[in-house]
């Protein structure tokens, strides 16, 4: 099972940034999609997740600049990034749930400079 994350890198404050990720390998349906972030001295906190049925949550600190979105099919999750703030900085990582595992990417590092 891997899930691979690709889009992160430095953007100036402003401007926006498309992350993805897909999945290879799960056999199982996944259920729900989405993505995490952790900065430096920071706990993991959530971004944004969709679920199968096209459902979304929003953390509080993105909601109306990020959107979430989702391929079943290919097993892929995106998130565009609008209007990136320097606080947007961390490491964002996602993940993918069935009805019985959780699965984590390795990871893509998001930059914002102001």
């Known amino acids: 099972v891997q899930l691979q994350a690709s889009g992160g890198g430095l953007a100036q404050a402003g401007g926006s940034l498309t992350l993805s990720c897909a999945a290879s390998?799960?056999?199982?349906?996944?259920?729900?999609m989405g993505w995490y972030r952790q900065a430096p001295g920071k706990q993991r906190e959530l971004v944004a997740i969709?679920?199968?049925?096209?459902?979304?949550v929003y953390g509080d600190s993105v909601k109306g600049r990020f959107t979430i979105s989702g391929d079943n099919a290919k097993n892929t999750v995106y998130l565009q990034m609008n209007s990136l703030k320097p606080e947007d900085t961390a490491v964002y990582l996602c993940?993918?749930?069935?009805?019985?595992?959780?699965?984590w990417g390795q990871g893509t590092q998001v930059t914002v400079s102001s």
């Open positions: 993940n993918q749930k069935t009805v019985v595992r959780n699965y």
């Open positions: 390998g799960i056999i199982a349906m996944i259920n729900v």
């Open positions: 969709i679920t199968r049925g096209g459902s979304t």
